[in-house]
């Protein structure tokens, strides 16, 4: 098939690993995308804790998976050719390792490739507050070419339960991947309500 996509996921073991699942979940919906799955050995015990899917249930969701031990699998080169890559959620850990390229494993070296052949990478950071040295690592990866987009809640959207905060930040890295969707409407700018009247006789 020479249309097909290949997106890399990674999950990290920083909170949010829903934002991981709900991602491979969504992807599964376009038909010419193929994914390709590493979980850290962090991500596969936040998977356990924080959710009611088992590692093995999380790794079928995707077409591939790989050990995050093995830096000679495919993901580990540029020349095998992806549409980009997601990692959500993103530890600090991970972040500062692709930050200043300390590729020890296929999460972060998948990550520098990305980032050295120009593809784009974008990365769910989760982590608050952010010292001095958080911010320098996110500044590095965006000066790097990374996206850096943390699962941040938005409420205009008037959101009515948890699973809307999850789809609108997952929706915003379908777009930087170019993969249309309806998850969400386009924003149309705000329309001011009518001011209130008061009831005659006040």
Wanted: glycine share 6%; net charge neutral.
């Amino acid at each position: 098939m020479t249309d097909l996509r290949r997106i890399v996921v990674g999950i990290t073991g920083a909170t949010g690993a829903i934002y991981g699942i709900r991602l491979l979940e969504l992807l599964r919906e376009f038909p010419q995308v193929e994914t390709h799955l590493v979980i850290s050995a962090p991500g596969k015990r936040t998977v356990v804790e924080e959710t009611e899917y088992s590692v093995a249930e999380v790794e079928a969701l995707a077409h591939r998976h790989y050990d995050d031990k093995d830096i000679g699998a495919a993901l580990a080169s540029g020349s095998f050719r992806t549409e980009g890559m997601v990692i959500a959620p993103c530890s600090v850990k991970t972040a500062s390792a692709v930050a200043y390229c300390h590729s020890d494993t296929l999460l972060s070296r998948a990550a520098d490739v990305t980032l050295k052949e120009r593809r784009p990478l974008i990365l769910l950071v989760r982590e608050t507050p952010l010292h001095v040295g958080h911010l320098k690592c996110l500044l590095a990866l965006s000066e790097m070419g990374a996206v850096v987009l943390p699962p941040m809640p938005a409420f205009y959207t008037r959101p009515k339960q948890i699973d809307d905060l999850i789809i609108h930040t997952l929706a915003r890295a379908l777009d930087h991947l170019g993969l249309p969707h309806r998850l969400t409407e386009e924003w149309k700018g705000t329309h001011p309500r009518p001011p209130r009247l008061d009831p005659p006789g006040v």
